[in-house]
Each structure stands twice: as C-alpha cells, then as structure tokens.
C-alpha cells in the first residue's frame, strides 16, 4: 500500500476486557487480540488510527491503562464514553490527535428524555469546541435503523443522520458516521448513504459498517469520504 493510499483507510482499534475486539453489529464478538505490539506495528504506517473504548461507551468500566500504549506509538483519534470536556482533556494528555463524542451530543440522560426531547445538544457542543477546541473534536453520528443509535448503539432518538451533521456542524472538524446494521458483517458499506451525508457537510467526513474491499475504500475516497476498516483488515480480507 503506497503512501497516498493510506489517506483513504483508517484503521480500527476496539478495545474490550482489556483485548483488541471486532464485534458484529456492537453485540456479537467475533474475533480478539492480545498481541498489541504487532497491530501497532502492521498500523504504523498510517496517518491516523480510529481507537475506540468498547467497554466505556457501553458503560462497564473502561481501557484507559492501556491507551497509552498505542498514543506513544500510533496516530489516534480516541472515542467510547466520553461525556465532559476534562474527559477528552484526559485523552488529550494521553496523547490522542482527537477525540470522538457520540452520545452525550443527544437528549437527555434517559429514555425518557431522549423520547420526549429527541434534540442535538448544541450548547454541550459548543462548550465542547470551546473548551478544546473544534479541530480536536470529531462528533460520531452511528445509525440503526435509520435513527440515531446512542449508548454504545442500545438505544437510539428519533433523529436522522442528516439533521444530526446539520446541527452539529459548526462545532466540530470531522464526522464518524458508523452504519451498525452492518458494522462488523464485512456485506459492504451503503454508498448511497455516504454521498448523502457527503452532501450534507463540509467536513471530514469518516464512514464506517461493513466495509469488505480496498476496492470500496477507493470508491469512497473518490467521493470525498474517508474509510474505517475494522473486521476486514483483521480477518485478512484486506492488506494493512
């Protein structure tokens, strides 16, 4: 893989029970890593690694004493279970190039909230870009089922992808846009869905779900939009 073609792909770290995971759909583990040192080593070479704390956005427990070992080593934008500002300060520390919010950008704090109030957090999100800063800030937008899938991907607000990149577009540097219902089936990623979204922002935009081929990373990045690649890269069916 040359230089200018890894621009296209970003790599995914998942972490769970202290193991590197690919996991089908946010539920079913399929696959698991303990041999850190040679997935940092096959991922060096890119300019930016997708690392995200499975165990944190589903709210049991966390990684975060293993997260230093890939900041020392590798480019990453962090995720999982970030909440306030001085959590993505604390990732920051730890050596992250940005950080991912996904939830707390959406309702309130329970279903009930979220079902009376189906609204984007603007004023955390701008808190957000003033406390760190926009250009360390990526807002992951997941869907299932069409809506907005929040709380590790178990629930979700009555919200559209589309409308969500629209609120949040001024406060953020990139969007990660995560299609679960193929996320890990490795059954390809929706291109239609990513030309809408590409025509709904300016910003990075970083899509994610079932990605299988370099040849569908090239498409993508044909249309603008970045690719992560988690199940195929780990399962040998696309070189990293």
């Not at 995914?12 to 193991?19: R, T, W, Y």
């Not at 629209?166 to 996320?183: I, K, M, N, R, S």
Request: aromatic fraction near 8%; charged fraction near 25%; proline fraction near 2%.
């Amino acid at each position: 893989m040359t230089k200018g073609e890894t621009k296209m792909l970003i790599p995914s770290i998942d972490l769970m029970n202290g193991q590197i995971v690919q996991l089908v759909q946010g539920e079913k583990l399929k696959l698991a890593f303990d041999d850190f040192d040679y997935w940092i080593d096959r991922f060096s070479k890119y300019p930016l690694v997708q690392l995200i704390d499975l165990d944190a956005a589903m709210r049991q427990g966390d990684n975060r004493a293993l997260i230093s070992q890939f900041t020392a080593k590798l480019p990453c934008q962090i995720g999982g279970g970030l909440r306030t500002a001085q959590d993505a300060q604390q990732m920051l520390d730890l050596g992250a190039k940005r950080v991912i919010f996904g939830s707390t950008l959406f309702g309130g704090d329970n279903a009930a909230d979220r079902a009376r109030h189906a609204i984007v957090n603007l004023d955390f999100a701008a808190q957000l870009a003033k406390a760190i800063g926009e250009d360390k800030l990526v807002f992951s937008v997941d869907t299932k089922n069409g809506r907005v899938a929040v709380k590790g991907w178990k629930d979700s607000v009555d919200l559209t992808p589309e409308e969500a990149v629209t609120w949040l577009e001024p406060y953020c540097e990139a969007f990660l846009y995560t299609h679960v219902d193929t996320e890990g089936t490795m059954q390809g990623f929706p291109i239609n869905v990513a030309a809408i979204l590409r025509a709904t922002t300016a910003r990075q935009l970083i899509v994610a779900g079932g990605i299988r081929s370099q040849a569908e990373v090239d498409e993508l990045d044909a249309m603008g939009v970045d690719a992560v690649a988690g199940m195929a890269v780990y399962s040998g069916a696309m070189e990293a």
